[in-house]
């Protein structure tokens, strides 16, 4: 059974940056594409981007060019770097097993808790 733990949200003004760090357990890191979500109060989930089992990623078009993910295969760490956040970037975050492509969130085969982010204006 894979879990899922997503840490590193907080607060932060306008244009600061934060990482986001999640680890997957009881899954196979070299077959699996993993990527992150997201869900602002009253809104729909939101795909962000996700990096598949060759290492390409592919984002959102609200968040290209500010957001990056990389993994670290010897850590099991998947991580999410922002920066130029905004206040539009607001939400729980939510790292995902199985997400090849950002936009299929419903082909996502497990997600943690979630890490709040809030960036203040």
């Not at 760090?21 to 594409?33: D, E, F, I, M, P």
């Not at 939101?46 to 598949?52: H, K, Q, R």
Request: charge should be negative.
């Amino acid at each position: 059974q894979v879990q899922v733990v997503e840490s590193g949200g907080g607060s932060v003004q306008a244009g600061g940056s934060l990482r986001l760090s999640c680890v997957a357990s009881g899954y196979s890191r070299n077959t699996y594409c993993m990527g992150w979500f997201r869900q602002a109060s009253g809104k729909e989930r939101e795909g962000i981007g996700a990096i598949d089992t060759d290492g390409d990623t592919n984002y959102a078009e609200s968040v290209e060019g500010r957001f990056t993910i990389s993994r670290d295969n010897v850590n099991n760490i998947l991580y999410l770097q922002m920066d130029s956040l905004k206040p539009e970037d607001t939400g729980m975050y939510y790292c995902a097993t199985g997400l090849c492509w950002y936009e299929a969130i419903n082909s996502a085969d497990a997600w943690g808790q979630g890490t709040q982010v809030t960036v203040s204006s």
